[in-house]
């Protein structure tokens, strides 16, 4: 089974104006014609393509001569051995009057920083920072919203060589401590409090919980938001960043060049099946891969203004702010998508001309559910291209932004990870948009689609691969001296090649489906059955708001088979009746096969979801099965899961 319904493509890029995109003029200056070719000629000759990527791009820092060592390892591989760059001194290249950041609280708050107010603030950071202890190699830690003082705090600790980790403040205590307890922080910087769909939450007293269980820490800094002038009494080591000293107007910020591969930051994996991974990626990799994809593959240019609805504990909050080296202007939002009457990001599209959306498949489907209509009651005329991940966007989903977002627009479905703090497959602004598809394969990435015995398919389902090394790929895991958890987590199913764990088909448009998660995908009779081929049926019900299925063992106490079952989250006022469960059935059978259908349909309050938005099979599965979900911390509901647990429906 396959999404596409026809060839006829949704958007088409007009022949006018895609010579002016920076990946047509990047394919005129390199000889391609095709983005086959170019893509071809990217992955085969990786020496010539990311150097030329380095120049076009204009990336700052010495490069030196050699581009890859080792190039047959995988992992093992090492790139640019003899550059120096960083990755902050690319962000702040300019320093002019021009606007850096617009930044939105849901519709409390608007703040605006120039680029030469930003660099000013970078630079009164990073003499606290010093004066603090900082320096090469020593991690600093944000426990914070998507705030301008954010992106102040990672510029100030990343120009000195120091590594940055974030997590947003929904995080409880414990899920705080399961990560940066791991890698140690010697300065912390958390805010008072934050708002949510209207309400006030107040952060001080986890913060001086989570500053008493690490050690590490000589200083604390509180960033007033609720308040302008926060009690900090309370925390160990604690300063108000309005306190933070003043430096001299002309201070220059101290760029620390280090090695291409010297460490930026540490993500974190979701958790949800132990300790969070603690990932370390590198400031030539993230650069030169970031300024791939804004520039070439998205088409951002100097004085667009780039948005993407994101907490500071997604890789996308990196993705985003990676935007300031294309010369774009950051429009930041915190909150909820869903403030101000379901309409706040749309307002904040028209009031701040955004040129590019990013958001996730779930506030699309949620949009669309909510009814609204965006290009008809917003002026988004400046709006050129959108972006989803997060989880695969359905063909319902292409057809409701062309049908109520506007018709001119590059709809970039996308999907990577925090693993590779970028994508394996995204948009192309000189391609055509296929309902249901993402567009093509990044440059310099040999993705590929590979069955159980490792054989590369097309147009059939398999696991997304990585044949040949990248940039981007992570330095390694915090604390794996031997490597051998960063070898088992993406190098154990086929040997010197990255299995990246989705379950995904290549088109004949040479395009990319995600049906879900490898290990989440469903196994009726042996057949495997992605779990995004369910939801894009079943969500289609204008009473369903939301689903999750899971695979479960039967007969019980057995691994050989497993029966298909359905959570769904009805809309207010409906009820789950026997009506409801035969129409849900019908839409799958009649849209997918019969092994798709579900033996159980279940009614349940709500969907588990995490920090980010991804709803979490695996922890339900383990619920069913009354094993124990290791790390709730995770989940920005974990109470949610109580709903699932002795359901008297799956007991026959």
């Not at 974030?166 to 205590?173: E, Q």
């Not at 414990?174 to 940066?180: A, K, S």
């Not at 969500?539 to 899971?550: G, R």
Request: hydrophobic share 40%; glycine share 10%; aromatic share 10%.
């Amino acid at each position: 089974m396959t999404y596409v319904i026809d060839n006829t493509p949704l958007w088409r890029p007009d022949p006018a104006t895609v010579g002016d995109t920076r990946m047509a003029m990047f394919m005129q200056a390199t000889g391609h014609g095709r983005y086959g070719d170019l893509w071809q000629w990217s992955v085969d000759r990786p020496e010539a393509f990311w150097p030329t990527l380095w120049n076009f791009c204009g990336a700052v820092g010495e490069r030196g001569e050699a581009v890859l060592e080792n190039g047959e390892r995988m992992p093992g591989a090492t790139w640019f051995p003899q550059a120096r760059l960083n990755y902050a001194e690319n962000l702040l290249k300019n320093r002019d009057d021009g606007e850096a950041l617009v930044f939105w609280g849901e519709d409390k708050v608007r703040r605006r920083m120039s680029r030469a107010e930003l660099y000013a603030e970078v630079a009164r950071f990073q003499s606290f920072l010093v004066g603090a202890g900082v320096g090469v190699g020593d991690r600093v830690a944000g426990y914070l919203p998507n705030l301008p003082e954010t992106l102040v705090a990672m510029l100030a600790a990343t120009s000195l060589g120091a590594i940055w980790s974030s997590a947003s403040p929904d995080f409880g205590v414990q899920g705080v401590l399961d990560r940066f307890g791991q890698i140690e922080p010697k300065v912390l910087v958390c805010v008072d409090g934050y708002w949510y769909n209207g309400k006030a939450v107040d952060c001080l007293e986890k913060n001086a919980e989570v500053v008493a269980q690490m050690p590490s820490l000589l200083k604390t800094v509180i960033v007033p938001y609720l308040t302008t002038s926060p009690d900090v009494g309370g925390i160990a080591n604690a300063v108000r960043w309005n306190d933070i000293a003043a430096v001299d107007g002309g201070k220059e910020v101290i760029f620390k060049r280090v090695a291409f591969d010297h460490p930026l930051f540490i993500m974190f994996s979701s958790g949800t099946t132990g300790v969070p991974k603690c990932i370390v990626h590198c400031h030539g990799g993230v650069l030169l891969q970031h300024l791939k994809e804004h520039q070439l593959h998205s088409d951002v240019r100097p004085g667009d203004r780039l948005f993407y609805f994101t907490t500071c504990g997604w890789m996308m909050w990196n993705w985003l702010v990676s935007g300031l080296a294309a010369g774009a202007t950051l429009l930041l939002y915190d909150g909820s998508p869903f403030a101000a009457g379901n309409a706040v990001l749309f307002d904040y599209a028209a009031t701040e001309r955004m040129t590019h959306f990013g958001t996730s498949a779930k506030f699309i489907d949620a949009a669309a559910k909510f009814g609204l209509s965006p290009g008809r009651t917003h002026d988004l005329s400046a709006l050129r291209a959108m972006f989803s991940t997060g989880s695969p966007l359905s063909p319902e989903g292409f057809d409701w932004v062309y049908r109520e977002i506007k018709q001119d627009i590059l709809l970039a479905s996308i999907s990577g990870g925090t693993d590779i703090i970028s994508c394996f497959v995204l948009g192309n602004p000189v391609l055509p948009v296929y309902r249901g598809e993402i567009q093509c394969r990044g440059l310099g990435m040999a993705v590929d689609v590979f069955d159980d015995e490792g054989r590369p398919v097309r147009s059939r389902k398999g696991e997304l691969v990585c044949t040949k090394p990248f940039p981007v790929m992570p330095v390694g895991f915090w604390n794996d001296p031997d490597g051998a958890k960063y070898h088992a987590a993406y190098f154990e199913r086929f040997a010197d090649v990255w299995c990246h764990g989705d379950f995904s088909e290549l088109t004949a448009h040479d395009g990319m489906i995600i049906y879900g998660r490898s290990d989440a995908t469903l196994n009726p009779g042996g057949v495997r059955i992605g779990t995004a081929e369910i939801y894009r049926q079943v969500e289609q019900l204008p009473e369903i708001l939301e689903s999750l299925v899971i695979g479960q063992e039967w007969p019980p106490g057995r691994n050989d088979d497993v029966r298909v079952v359905l959570f769904v989250k009805l809309q207010e006022g409906h009820g789950l009746d026997a009506a409801l469960i035969e129409r849900v059935k019908q839409q799958i059978r009649d849209n997918t096969t019969p092994r798709h259908v579900p033996a159980r349909v279940v009614q349940v309050q709500d969907i588990p979801r995490t920090k980010s938005g991804k709803i979490v099979e695996l922890a339900v599965r383990n619920v069913v099965h009354d094993q124990p979900v290791k790390n709730v911390e995770a989940l920005a509901n974990p109470e949610a899961l109580e709903f699932f647990r002795a359901r008297p429906e799956l007991a026959d």
